[in-house]
């Protein structure tokens, strides 16, 4: 099944329209550079606790503070990583998933005025209970912010793994 993570560029956009950029993830039976596969989906929703220690007091009671926030971790792997099927590569070639979560990495999560609870969203069909679609007008806005995104390239297997972290945002801005 298709796993899709997606990039709005306009308020309303929706992961169909052409202004959307998309990594289509667990996609292809067939080798080929390009390809990406989500190998794990960690979904968190942690709670803040606080100490509360009393002046003159030796104890530390302890108060909960309600939810930090709701966060999602994206395991997954990008074969062929140096653009090439095999050793035919020059070295001028590169992996076209990797070059497009990496500006995705350098770019802005919120647009000023349009798009201002995360830019990214998903559609995680291998985990159905989770999609995420932003949405960036209304009572119920919502998107996902990208935290970071971490790369471990193995040279020797042409493969590079990830980790990316996104946060989920909502918010009422009317």
């Known amino acids: 099944m298709t796993d899709t993570i997606y990039k709005l560029f ?5 992961i169909g329209s052409g202004t959307t950029e998309r990594i289509l ?5 067939v080798d080929a550079v390009g390809n990406a596969y989500i190998t794990r989906v960690n979904h968190t929703r942690p709670k803040a606790i606080s100490g509360n220690q009393a002046l003159g007091q030796g104890t530390r009671d302890q108060q909960p503070q309600g939810e930090l926030g709701e966060f999602y971790t994206i395991e997954g792997v990008v074969p062929f990583m140096d653009g090439t099927l095999d050793a035919s590569g020059d070295g001028t070639q590169s992996n ?6 990496e500006s995705w990495e350098d770019n802005l999560d919120v647009i000023d005025g349009q798009i201002i ?32 995104l971490d790369w471990d390239f193995n040279l020797i297997l042409n493969i590079a793994k990830f ?12």
């Open 10 to 14: 306009n308020q309303d956009d929706v």
């Open 25 to 29: 993830f667990n996609d292809a039976i």
């Open 96 to 101: 076209a998933t990797i070059d497009l979560m």
């Open 117 to 148: 609870h995360g830019r990214f969203g998903f559609e995680l069909n291998t985990v159905k209970k989770y999609k995420l679609t932003p949405v960036s007008s209304g009572n119920t806005q919502i998107g996902l912010l990208w935290v970071s």
């Open 163 to 174: 980790v990316l972290k996104l946060k989920v945002d909502r918010g009422d801005s009317n």
